[in-house]
């Protein structure tokens, strides 16, 4: 073997090295079975920026680090302490008043993405993309720690194999490629979706006294001998059905949003309200305002009471509660 062919083979052999070195580095393997990210899952806590976009809406998870952990003297401390004392670290959302995020629904997204395999490729065609969900417009994510970036567009489930359409993006991947992969991450581009949703949470049981306080009148459901019971039912009236009552005080269990936005936003001039005092003489006042058939509630001289609170019409409704709501339809006089 000549001289010229030994140093040919191996600058190839180098060449191919270096690609091959390059393709580890990137996280992108191509074979069926391998990880979708092979480095994810060493890097899972290194992660500290989230980005979900689609063609309508942007949520962008940033981890934010406590300033009690930035520059912490490591003896000022004992293991101890920095064990019960330490600060969580926390993400919020950006696009919603960089508010924190739920915590199990991130970690469930990246430890599913980090544990994906390639089961099969899929159409290398452009125009078959938007068939499977990955086309322009498609649920785009990235994910950034300080050394790597992992980029894919994620499209349609598959309940057959139980599993997700997803086409890599970025420099060194081949982007023309769809893949099924074998998990199926949860993601959303609605920052809404990331939030903690939880306006007030308060047993039925727990209430004495409500008081509803609106334009068609005022109504008051108090507790008697362990019920609450409705004050001044007319002697000619009668309640639609008896549990009615009983629906009024489980008004707050499990009180939930559906959109968020600070108060100053909301003009809670004209609101009606309703008032909770509990048996402990605790009291809750909710004021409430239909806006352009948007339903928003604020809780008054509450910790909370900087946020205005979207809620559906059906909880709007039940907190504004008349009179009419709860007896039947009187008989008109003959």
């Known amino acids: 073997m000549s001289r010229n062919l030994l140093w040919g083979l191996v600058v190839i052999v ?29 890097t899972l806590d290194e992660v ?7 063609k309508d809406m942007q949520a ?53 993405l980090a544990s994906a395999r390639l089961v099969e490729k899929k159409t290398r065609k452009p125009e078959n993309f938007s068939l499977l969900g990955v086309g322009e417009g498609g649920t785009e994510i990235q994910l950034s ?31 023309n490629q769809v893949w099924l992969i074998s998990t199926q ?3 959303s581009a ?16 727990n209430i004495q006294q409500i008081s509803f306080i609106n334009d068609a009148g005022n109504v008051i459901v108090t507790r008697q001998d362990g019920q609450l019971a409705l004050i001044g039912l007319p002697a000619d009236a009668e ?35 309703v008032h909770y005092e509990l048996v402990d003489s605790r009291r809750i006042i909710i ?22 609170f979207g809620v559906d019409q059906q909880t709007y409704n039940r907190l504004t509660t008349n009179l009419q709501d709860l007896i039947k339809p009187m008989a008109d006089p003959e």
């Open 239 to 273: 309640l639609k059905y008896p549990s009615i009552i009983d629906g009024l005080g489980r008004s707050l269990v499990s009180l939930r949003f559906d959109d968020i936005k600070k108060v100053a936003e909301i003009d809670f001039a004209n609101a009606s309200e």
């Open 185 to 187: 991450p949860d993601v």
């Open 60 to 112: 962008t998870l940033r981890r934010k680090i406590p300033l009690a952990l930035i520059d912490r003297p490591e003896s000022s401390t004992t293991s101890d302490q920095v064990n019960s004392e330490q600060p969580k670290i926390q993400w919020i959302v950006e696009e919603k008043y960089q508010l924190q995020i739920q915590l199990k629904q991130l970690r469930l997204m990246l430890n599913s």
């Open 145 to 175: 720690t300080d050394n790597q970036t992992y980029q894919l567009v994620i499209g349609n489930s598959t309940a057959k194999r139980k599993g997700r359409y997803i086409r890599l993006l970025g420099d060194d991947a081949d982007v």
């Open 190 to 205: 609605d920052p809404l979706t990331w939030l903690e949703n939880s306006v007030i949470d308060v047993n039925a049981d």
């Open 287 to 308: 004021q409430l305002v239909n806006v352009e058939n948007a339903y928003w509630l604020r809780l008054k001289d509450h910790p909370r009471s900087d946020w205005a």
């Open 14 to 42: 180098m060449i191919a090295a270096v690609i091959l070195n390059q393709g580890r580095r990137s996280g992108h393997e191509s074979e069926t079975g391998a990880l979708l990210f092979p480095s994810l899952g060493e």
């Open 48 to 54: 500290h920026s989230v980005v979900i976009k689609n």
